[in-house]
């Protein structure tokens, strides 16, 4: 089963920034956030991942809250092309192999 | 170039038939994978490989047989298709096994199977 929370849909008007929550309330000391997208009939796409510290990449900047159960992914500038399912994930080590388990995402619809 | 590549495309077929479905990487990476994505969209892992030794397989029904020949190909055979094995089928690779910090992954576009 998936950890994460995220609200199932989302607007954002072109140009704007869009953030994208996701909660992960059980999250443990050691195991990672990453997000995910999936834009419509393609294979999912890496945008960014992180533990403790804010990150940011090209792509976008992920803000994550000091006592690690939530997050948010934020696109600067949507653009439609974000247009896509966004998948918040909390990355599970079983010891000797990690699992990424997706849940239902975030269906961010970027619009004129 | 394409990073992970899945043929064929779209697999149609029979009830009862067998099939096989291939990816290949030219990424370099170690670690290979098998994921399901059902008509709800939920896509859950199935196997994945690091230098062609198995390191996850979930309760997947043994008519499901990954074969990894070398580190840069996965395939994926399915014996006796069922209705329920439609689904879109999704490979991906990564550079560092699976219990890394980094354990970035590339997905492939996707095979969509329809079992009649």
């Known amino acids: 089963d998936a950890k994460t929370t995220q609200p199932p849909s989302m607007d954002c008007a072109e140009g704007r920034a869009a953030n994208l929550p996701c909660n992960h309330s059980?999250?443990?000391?050691?195991?990672?956030v990453y997000w995910y997208r999936q834009i419509h009939s393609q294979g999912p796409q890496y945008i960014i991942h992180g533990l403790k510290n804010n990150e940011t990449n090209e792509m976008a900047s992920l803000i994550i809250t000091e006592d690690r159960k939530s997050s948010t992914l934020i696109l600067p500038h949507a653009t439609l092309r974000d247009t896509a399912v966004y998948y918040c994930i909390v990355r599970v080590d079983t010891g000797t192999a990690s699992k990424l388990t997706f849940g239902t995402g975030t269906r961010l619809q970027v619009t004129l | 170039d394409t990073a992970v590549s899945q043929t064929p495309k779209y697999l149609v077929t029979q009830m009862g038939n067998d099939k096989s479905i291939k990816c290949e990487q030219n990424?370099?990476?170690?670690?290979m994978y098998w994921y399901k994505q059902d008509s709800k969209k939920f896509l859950k892992i199935m196997f994945s490989y690091n230098n062609k030794e198995l390191i996850i397989n979930e309760t997947v029904p043994n008519r499901f047989s990954p074969k990894s020949p070398d580190k840069a190909h996965l395939n994926l055979h399915i014996n006796s298709l069922e209705l329920g094995d439609s689904a879109v089928y999704f490979c991906a690779s990564s550079q560092d096994p699976p219990y890394t910090s980094t354990d970035t992954q590339y997905f492939g576009p996707g095979t969509r199977l329809t079992v009649l």
């Open positions: 059980t999250i443990s000391g050691n195991e990672y």
């Open positions: 990424l370099g990476h170690d670690t």
